[in-house]
């Protein structure tokens, strides 16, 4: 007899169910037997649990039909387990290492009790932050506690049928139970929380169910003469919870739910208990009062409060409202598309590559930039454009087929049925983005609601990934339905198509010197400062390299008006601010080395492998501040400097290009060059635009088999 029965639910779950099975059987403590319950042989869980079964004797699986639900499902284990002890886990939920040698031992202390509840850790499913939980009683989940098998047979305990299993399992449970212990201090699951929330939480008729399972158990209880205050009370804390939702419940039914509920309570209320202080206290009043009406308009009054503070945001004026919702009545125009960039600076990044590769493989197709109005004087003569906020906006919106952007559309943009919203993205993450966020304040507060960037998210079909760090980080930050394309940046095709007579081009057209080597200096923006940092002197930079190089100054977008130049140094004509350019690619193709701190563009720049330098003077304050999804001096993409005496020092002896560098580099290209190779644009376009299956499309070619633009050297050769 195994000391443990491990039961796993697996109904819906397929997709993370190696990961709650493999917890269960790497455990060192491996007196136990694994029984996944799954719906039939031949469903997605039962392939994975047959599979497991075969390599592992301890794996037993058994069936339940899944309209049977939970109680069912855990029924099926029960039925199956030969262990001394029960325990639940559901199928996208893992135990924590050790988590069965420490309830062994604990178990043992406690002279082998009917129950021990243990701690649980619930992580957030974007997995920015924990909490644990030591629960106990009517609200402690089945899968944090450990049942002794006997106890449970001889009182004939099974789950209830119904929404609510669990409340009625734990009810029953404790009224039952003589002997039980807690162990303290060792997280034992880790569950998971879904971005659609609790099950539990669903509308709908299930809700009713709540009652059934509170009733069951007051009716056990009252049979037992064993209803104590502290039961009562947390049995009408769940039904409370319930009624403060009354969106959860059919329309019909909502007097009815508190009426029953009211009568439960007077009829089963303790001579001991007194209701709990403040709001709560006022709900227990109006409950045992049966004041449905008084309830109802204390909860609308709350909720009316909260709701306020969430408005959105909609189009500017009435009448623009109306002309957007007027013109989503029409059709779709199928050959309109809409792209926007960095919220509409002008035609650039992924959308301007795509745009550009749309009108050589799709013609048909009209496109329209959405740009802010000081804009507008620096777009290109043949772009067609609507200013952002103007009624032409809004109507483009409103009929576009296809909707590009590298950042997101208005809250107030709505997603018609048959449009296709495509998601660029504007850089590989190092620092953390969407709900990763979440824990850390400086960045959280800027980045606003994560409602509102959820909803934003939900509109989304595609989303563009230049590699496969990029593809996890994006799936973690922005959980959502829509379809991943691993197929590289279409802002750095260019990085592989331009040729040395491009690259001396720019290099004019930007005044770098004959003779001078180009470092590109890239910062990033610190959401901890306010206006441009300047990390480094850039005057005194130039003094300590001496007089073979120039610096190309590219401060990040959000300081394009000028005040970085003014910062570094207005009038030294070894730096040119480059921040203006309007094409970052250019101005990476112009250079013989990027100087950089965190920003992305280090990602795309070594597409072009040429050195690339790190200037971490500040890493861990940006580490515990903006949070990381990598440690980049761990693994960094070239030399790495802490001082900017260390800095200069790399350019005066050369080490910032020798083989050390170009090692760190090499690896560095591996891992995030997956699929930058110069035919991103047309694979967008050919997959997004004109529908091609994905096996149409051309493959992506091997790192060791692309050839990057020449470097400015090879371009000044050519051009002698």
Known sequence: MPRFSIIVPT?????RLPLALDSVLTQPFGDLELIPVHDAPDSPAGAVTAAYAGRDTRVAPVESPPAAGLGAARNAGLAAAHGTYVLFLDGDDTLAPGALRAIADRLGEAGDPDVLYFPHERAHWWEGGTTV????GVHAPAWSAAYRRDFLTEHHLTFPIGHFTDLGWNGLVALAADRTAELRGTVCVRHLLRRQGSRLNVPGERQLDLLDQVELVLARATARQGLTAALFEQLFAAVLRSAAHPERLPVGHRRAFFRRAAHLYRRHLPADFRPPGGSLGAQHRLLASGSYAVFRVLRAAHRAAAGALAALPRPRAPLTRALYALQRRLPLDRNLVVYCAFWGRGVTCN?????????ELAPHLRPVFLVEPDAVPHLPEDVEYAVIGSRRHWRVLARAKFLVNNANFADAVVKRPGSVHLQTQHGTPLKTMGV???????VAAVTGSFTGLLRRVDRWDFNLCANRHSTETWERAFPGTYEQLEYGYPRNDV???ATAADVARVRRELGVPEGKKALLYA???RDHSTGYDARLDL???????GEGFVVLLRAHYFYDDGTAGEAAAPSDDRIIDVTRHRSTEDVCLASDALITDYSSLMFDYANLDRPIVIHADDWEVYRETRGVCFDLPAAPPGRLARTERELAQLFRDGSYADAEADALRAAFRERFCQFDDGRA???????????????????VVPLAERTPAPAPAAATLVRS
Request: charged share 20%; net charge negative.
């Open 11 to 15: 109904h819906g779950v397929e997709g």
């Open 133 to 136: 939980v030591h629960p106990t």
């Open 351 to 359: 959308p301007a590559a795509i745009h550009a590769k749309a009108r």
């Open 436 to 442: 990763d966020q979440s824990t850390y304040p400086v």
């Open 495 to 497: 990085y592989y198509t």
């Open 523 to 525: 910062p990033t923006h």
């Open 539 to 545: 005057a005194a930079f130039c003094d300590a390299v």
């Open 681 to 699: 644009a047309e694979r967008v376009v050919r997959r997004v635009f004109l529908g091609e299956p994905p096996e149409a499309l051309p493959p």
